[in-house]
């Protein structure tokens, strides 16, 4: 098959941590195609010096480490996507993730983090569609993965990996799917969503959010047939919920992702997660949760001025 390379991403910093979150750099990406650009994007230096310590004990727990800064990576690296030359929407897409030195080198061995060695955050750039797939290696140390985009434009895809004995990091990577974009939706502030059998409800402390400022998100899970909370809330990937949330924007970068998760010690149909935005801006978030082995990803609107 004809395929080409993309685009080249080198990864930006960890941005995992709600509490600590930092805006590092201008990481703009390649959207050309059949060119590799290779842009430099330094991280700011916010290791606390023991990352050794991180390594069995992620920091996205972030009870046990809130307060503490991100750790930062010791080697940089940058992630190849390789796609076929053309892409339809609707049928499956086999994409290629390279995760390679910044000198071309591949690198191959990675750490679990949340039960997997790579998550890939599929988004389209205006934010309607969202995905979470998880790719897996192959002989080469290639990461693959296929995915279906439900209509053209262009998409950014979020590679999370944890190079061994590095720190977690993540790269943008973007493609284009030819065809024409969905119809664009009108953003809403509604607090509430359906699906299937479970209501999830959005609680905030205020809709006036600011930017920079700690803020927890809370989110209510009921049945819709018994209308009480739901009380068979089941682990997904380690965690009892994980929330995405992608900064809008014409092409959203690293620093316009954020991925957290949820505070210990609340009830089973009721989690809380902290975290901050870091500027003004509509963010898109989608809460997942597992209803007793049946995945839903709730999604919501925010508005931080
Ligand atoms: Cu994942």
């Not at 192959?138 to 950014?156: K, L, R, W």
């Not at 870091?278 to 931080?304: C, D, H, L, Q, S």
């Amino acid at each position: 098959m004809n395929r080409l390379v993309i685009a080249v991403a080198i990864a930006s910093s960890l941005l995992v941590i709600p509490g600590c979150y930092r805006p590092t750099s201008e990481a703009s990406l390649n959207e050309s195609s059949e060119v590799e650009r290779i842009e430099s994007n330094p991280v700011e230096a916010k290791g606390d010096g023991h990352n050794q310590h991180h390594q069995q004990h992620h920091p996205d727990s972030h009870s046990e480490h809130s307060g503490e800064e991100p750790e930062k990576p010791q080697n940089p690296t940058q992630a190849k996507l390789t796609v076929p030359s053309a892409i339809a929407a609707n049928q499956p897409v086999a994409l290629g993730i390279e995760i390679q030195d910044t000198a071309g080198n591949p690198i191959s061995e990675f750490d679990i983090v949340h039960e997997k060695k790579m998550h890939l955050i599929v988004v389209s750039d205006d934010l309607q569609f969202f995905s979470h797939i998880h790719p897996t290696q192959n002989q080469g140390g290639q990461f693959q993965v296929e995915n279906i985009f439900p209509s053209g434009g262009n998409y950014t895809l979020f590679a999370d990996y944890k190079p061994r004995g590095d720190a977690q990091r993540v790269s943008a990577l973007k493609t284009t799917v030819a065809g024409n974009p969905s119809p664009p939706k009108e953003m809403t502030l509604t607090r509430s969503q359906t699906l299937g059998n479970t209501e999830v409800g959005l609680m905030l402390p205020t809709e006036e959010i600011s930017p920079g400022e700690p803020i927890t998100l809370a989110f209510h899970l009921e049945d819709v047939q018994t209308q009480t909370m739901v009380t068979d809330l089941q682990s997904y990937l380690g965690e009892l919920g994980h929330l995405v949330i992608v900064k809008q924007s014409d092409s959203p970068t690293e620093a316009d992702y954020i991925h957290a998760h949820p505070m210990p010690n609340h009830g089973p149909g009721h989690l809380e997660f902290m975290t901050q935005f870091p500027e003004p801006g509509n963010y898109k978030m989608w809460g997942e949760f597992n209803r007793n082995g049946e995945i839903i990803a709730a999604e919501f609107w925010v508005t931080v001025k």
